[in-house]
């Protein structure tokens, strides 16, 4: 069974970095196109950044394109999202997810396995 395992949250300042990885065992990483995903208190998920399985040019959010980076190491089994200059409204609870296929997805509904998320609060 796959398995996906977020760290690498915290509580952070408004303008500070923050790396999430997330784990993946039980599935080669290679066959998945992977995304990130995050959800503010009462609100709804939404696609942070995604990847396809080749590792091609990576599809962001407006809200973060230019401060977050979306990566892969196949070779580890491990998705990252690098987040540079937080701000307050970042905050939210943080899960990857990953599914079979190739090319890019960006709905909530496109994926099959889900980590348990990490929490990211950035105070201001």
């Known amino acids: 069974q796959v398995q996906l395992v977020e760290t690498g949250g915290g509580l952070v300042q408004a303008g500070d970095s923050l790396r999430l990885s997330c784990a993946v065992s039980?599935?080669?990483?290679?066959?998945?196109?992977l995304a990130w995903f995050r959800q503010a208190p009462a609100e709804e998920r939404e696609i942070v950044a995604a990847?396809?399985?080749?590792?091609?040019?990576?599809y962001y959010a407006d809200s973060v394109k230019g401060r977050f980076t979306i990566s892969r190491d196949n070779a580890k089994n491990t998705l990252y999202l690098q987040m540079n200059s937080l701000k307050p409204e970042d905050t939210a609870v943080y899960s990857c997810?990953?599914?079979?296929?190739?090319?890019?997805?960006?709905?909530?509904?496109?994926?099959?396995?889900w980590g348990q998320g990490t929490q990211v609060t950035v105070s201001s």
């Open positions: 997810a990953a599914t079979l296929g190739e090319s890019i997805r960006t709905s909530p509904n496109s994926y099959t396995y």
């Open positions: 039980g599935g080669t990483l290679s066959w998945y196109r």
């Open positions: 990847i396809s399985r080749s590792g091609g040019p990576p």
